[in-house]
């Protein structure tokens, strides 16, 4: 049972990867920064290596999920376990693959109430708890980064519109050849230009680097927050993941260790291969960007969600997030604001919980009938 139990937390970690990759990476595809597949490799970079860190600093969000949320004399078996992880991973697919963000962190307390309330009843619920460590920083979150976008928009665009005539450009290595003649005689040479670097203005380096390779300085603020992003998110979420393992008392496959970097390689792969739709969505439907705007948004999410795991409370990446990029769209005066996407996105983190928590509900009554 461990085997099973073990695969099908490792996929709720691939799906994870593929619905949740696009919160860091969206707003380099959506400011042109660069095409959606290299958005997708970067965000998973930076996804194994947040995931891989988390087992050293944001493993206290294990004992969130495993002890905080029921109470304590409840004997959670493989089948509790193995019904919260298909709760989590047939939601998450289903959304992914309408290219809808959705909440994983709602995906798992959704699926660990349902079996609870289903089978025990609410008095096995850790009321008082769930509210305190998980509810209340889920449900202020997305309006914390709303809210830092909006009174940070101007002064950021702003302070980034100064920055952009700063850039770092790399002329790249030539080698020039001519032919001498004299006395009769032909002589050939070749005189290496070694690669050179400059930082400056624009014109600048277009005065002094005959070819060069040119990066604005806001832009490498912005591949610098979309990584941190990632690294953050998974920071985040891989705890959760193995949380869902180590709340069944009678899991003995593996220690944490092992775990995280199973998570993590299978959040990876999802990143990479299944990420492109919701990428879609958060980078091209909800507003226009340009690179300001991006970076802006970028800066919001990553400080709320490495916050947030620093002190062990448990966020959505994706309701940080969207809850910046959607601050964003409201600051905008060019209308390209869209209402529809935005209403079924909010619709669709309201269905979450309840949704993840029939299906792991269901799954747990199934299990324990055969098995």
Same mark, same amino acid.
């Given at each position: 049972?461990?085997?099973?139990?073990?695969?099908?937390?490792?996929?709720?970690?691939?799906?994870?990867? +593929?619905?949740?990759?696009?919160?860091?990476?969206?707003?380099?595809?959506?400011?042109?920064?660069?095409?959606?597949?290299?958005?997708?490799?970067?965000?998973?970079?930076?996804?194994?290596?947040?995931? &891989?860190?988390?087992?050293?600093?944001?493993?206290?969000?294990?004992?969130? @999920?495993?002890?905080?949320?029921?109470?304590?004399?409840?004997? &959670?078996?493989?089948?509790?376990?193995?019904? *919260?992880?298909?709760? *989590?991973?047939?939601?998450?697919?289903?959304?992914? /693959? $309408?290219?809808?963000?959705?909440?994983?962190?709602?995906?798992?307390?959704?699926?660990?109430?349902?079996?609870?309330?289903?089978?025990?009843?609410?008095?096995?619920?850790?009321?008082?708890?769930?509210? #305190?460590?998980?509810?209340?920083?889920?449900?202020?979150?997305? @309006?914390?980064?709303?809210?830092?976008?909006?009174?940070? #928009?101007?002064?950021?665009?702003?302070?980034?519109?100064?920055?952009?005539?700063?850039?770092?450009? @790399?002329?790249?290595?030539?080698?020039?050849?001519?032919?001498?003649?004299?006395?009769?005689?032909?002589?050939?040479?070749?005189?290496?230009?070694?690669?050179? +670097?400059?930082?400056? $203005?624009?014109?600048?380096?277009? /005065?002094?680097? +005959?070819?060069?390779?040119?990066?604005?300085?806001? %832009?490498?603020?912005?591949?610098?927050?979309?990584?941190?992003?990632?690294?953050?998110?998974?920071?985040?979420?891989?705890?959760?993941?193995?949380?869902?393992?180590?709340?069944?008392?009678?899991?003995?496959?593996?220690?944490?260790?092992?775990?995280?970097?199973?998570?993590?390689?299978?959040?990876?792969?999802?990143?990479?291969?299944?990420? /492109?739709?919701?990428?879609? $969505?958060?980078?091209?439907?909800?507003?226009?960007?340009?690179?300001? %705007?991006?970076?802006?948004?970028?800066?919001?999410?990553?400080?709320?969600?490495?916050? +947030?795991?620093?002190?062990?409370?448990?966020?959505?990446?994706?309701?940080?997030?969207?809850?910046?990029?959607?601050?964003?769209?409201?600051?905008?005066? %060019?209308?390209? @604001?869209?209402?529809?996407?935005?209403?079924?996105?909010?619709?669709?983190?309201?269905?979450?919980?309840?949704?993840?928590?029939?299906?792991?509900?269901?799954?747990?009554?199934?299990?324990?009938?055969?098995?």
């Amino acid at each position: 049972m461990d085997s099973i139990l073990l695969i099908l937390v490792l996929s709720m970690a691939f799906y994870n990867g +593929a619905n949740d990759v696009s919160k860091g990476v969206a707003t380099l595809h959506g400011s042109g920064l660069c095409g959606c597949r290299g958005a997708l490799l970067w965000g998973t970079v930076w996804t194994v290596a947040g995931g &891989l860190t988390a087992v050293f600093i944001a493993s206290g969000l294990i004992k969130v @999920f495993s002890k905080g949320i029921v109470a304590n004399d409840l004997n &959670l078996t493989v089948n509790f376990s193995m019904a *919260v992880a298909i709760g *989590v991973s047939v939601w998450v697919l289903l959304s992914t /693959r $309408t290219g809808m963000p959705v909440s994983t962190t709602h995906s798992i307390v959704g699926a660990i109430l349902g079996p609870v309330l289903l089978s025990f009843g609410p008095s096995k619920i850790l009321w008082q708890s769930l509210g #305190y460590k998980i509810v209340i920083p889920l449900l202020l979150s997305p @309006f914390a980064a709303l809210l830092i976008t909006a009174v940070f #928009y101007r002064a950021g665009y702003s302070l980034l519109s100064g920055f952009s005539r700063y850039c770092l450009c @790399f002329e790249t290595k030539t080698n020039d050849c001519c032919v001498a003649e004299g006395e009769g005689q032909l002589a050939a040479g070749c005189v290496d230009t070694a690669p050179s +670097a400059v930082a400056g $203005t624009v014109e600048e380096c277009a /005065r002094d680097l +005959a070819s060069s390779v040119r990066m604005e300085v806001n %832009d490498i603020v912005h591949w610098i927050s979309s990584g941190l992003i990632s690294f953050a998110r998974a920071l985040n979420d891989t705890p959760k993941i193995a949380a869902v393992l180590f709340a069944s008392a009678a899991f003995t496959g593996g220690g944490v260790k092992s775990v995280f970097f199973l998570a993590t390689l299978a959040m990876g792969l999802g990143s990479y291969f299944m990420g /492109r739709r919701v990428t879609e $969505t958060l980078s091209k439907k909800i507003t226009s960007m340009d690179r300001h %705007d991006s970076v802006i948004a970028n800066l919001s999410t990553a400080f709320l969600v490495v916050l +947030a795991s620093r002190f062990g409370m448990p966020v959505s990446t994706t309701h940080v997030s969207g809850g910046s990029i959607i601050g964003i769209g409201l600051k905008r005066i %060019d209308g390209s @604001f869209n209402k529809k996407v935005v209403s079924e996105m909010l619709l669709a983190w309201v269905v979450t919980l309840p949704a993840a928590g029939l299906i792991s509900g269901i799954a747990y009554m199934v299990l324990n009938h055969i098995v």
